[in-house]
């Protein structure tokens, strides 16, 4: 029973064709740092890990998992990567299965993370306050977390706390294909950030806490024309309404652009036509 090797320190079992639950008694592994199940078919919910204190790497992604990210996580305070992503399988980009319920707010005591995808889930309601103290955190990824009626979105994880601000080691956001519907002034605090994804958020079209603009187009791009090192910018199908207002020129640094299938009106901004870097 490999459980009893209460010295093991690392254990890679990724696509190794498993199946079932994940046993419990892995928690006996107290000085384990590096666990990777990911790229199986393990299903149920994850367990209790709090023994693994040690832990620094925990990959359970590309597996058929279900359930509450159990609150037990803020225990592995010296986690720096965690991967839960695609435990749910997608049918015309719509989530089905996969971990569900909020994000919990003890993922907040897991200090070193340096990454954090949790994408391609069931997940719901807001980004936890205490995001804002993953003060190390490179790479932030919660896209696809939705739920429909009818095939069409009516929940998922859908604001993002102004605690978010605090992030400004983040080079990587991801939040497409969720729910969001409210960004806050700030987010132009991350001035780390050279990737923003927003695209797939519906609901973005009846933004309503981003204080300047007068519709949903200029209230969001105020906000975004603070990151100066955006070199990536994805706001596609988001229904947003309005002209683009000018400010481009804040961002010198960004090569690539995608605002297609929005309601975009009036004319481009002069300084759209002054980055040199686009591509």
């Known amino acids: 029973d490999c459980f009893s090797i209460s010295n093991t320190d690392s254990l890679n079992l990724s696509d190794s064709g498993l199946n079932g639950l994940i046993p419990e008694n892995l928690n006996q592994l107290v000085n384990l740092e590096f666990l990777d199940l990911s790229g199986n078919s393990l299903e149920g919910s994850i367990p209790a890990l709090q023994n693994l204190t040690s832990l620094k790497y925990l990959n359970l992604s590309k597996n058929s998992l279900s359930g509450l990210i159990p609150n037990e996580i803020g225990s592995l305070i010296n986690l720096e990567y965690l991967n839960l992503s695609k435990n749910a399988y997608t049918w015309s980009g719509i989530p089905i299965g996969g971990i569900s319920g909020s994000i919990p707010d003890e993922i907040g005591n897991l200090e070193n993370l340096s990454y ?3 994408s391609q889930n069931n997940l719901s309601g807001p980004i936890p306050s205490s995001i804002g103290n993953l ?5 932030l990824n919660f896209s696809i977390n939705f739920q429909t009626d ?4 009516v929940s998922g994880i859908d604001s993002i706390p ?5 992030l400004i080691n983040l080079s990587y956001m991801n939040l497409a294909s969720c729910f969001i519907s409210t960004i806050p002034s700030e987010i132009s605090n991350l001035q780390s950030l050279e990737e923003l994804n927003l695209s797939s ?3 973005l079209a009846d933004i309503d806490l981003v204080s300047i603009g007068n519709d949903s187009a200029s209230s969001i791009f105020c906000a975004i024309f603070e990151l100066t090192n955006l070199k ?7 229904y947003l309404e309005g002209i683009i207002p000018p400010g481009f020129s804040n961002l010198e640094n960004l090569k690539s652009l995608y605002l ?3 309601r975009l009106s009036g004319e481009l901004p002069n300084d759209l036509w002054r980055l040199e870097n686009l591509e």
């Open 150 to 153: 009818m095939l069409t979105p």
């Open 162 to 166: 102004p605690e978010i601000g605090n």
């Open 135 to 139: 003060q190390n955190l490179d790479s």
């Open 116 to 118: 954090l995808n949790l």
């Open 232 to 238: 990536h910018l994805k706001i596609e199908t988001c």
């Open 260 to 262: 297609n299938a929005n």
């Open 201 to 203: 958020n519906r609901s």
